[in-house]
Nanobody
């Protein structure tokens, strides 16, 4: 089992930046897959970025070149650096981790980008 707690969301102007953090309740060294997803009002949850324990990353086309996912194993934390934010990035951002054939989710953190 693992508990995930996101932080770092907030209100930012278009063009600004935020860094989201996802703190895990256990070591993430053995967690092969961790990722960030987001859900805007009235829309389905969508993939933003993923990161494997080997360092392989994937990004949604909409965020490529603007967002960066990374992990700090010593702090059991995964980050999402978001630059050049746009109003369409407004959503609740969720952290996810796959562990022993089960996906765990955090409670989410709100990101609002004002135009």
């Amino acid at each position: 089992q693992v508990q995930l707690v996101e932080s770092g969301g907030g209100l930012v102007q278009a063009g600004g930046a935020l860094r989201l953090s996802c703190a895990a309740s256990r070591s993430i060294r053995s967690i092969n897959f961790m990722g960030w997803y987001r859900q805007a009002p009235g829309k389905e949850r969508e993939l933003v970025a993923t990161l494997t324990s080997r360092g392989t990353t994937t990004y949604a086309d909409l965020v490529k070149g603007r967002f960066t996912i990374s992990r700090d194993n010593a702090k059991n934390t995964v980050y999402l650096q978001m630059n050049s934010l746009k109003p369409e990035d407004t959503a609740v951002y969720y952290c996810a981790a796959d562990l022993i054939l089960r996906r765990y989710w955090g409670q989410g953190t709100q990101v609002t980008v004002a135009s």
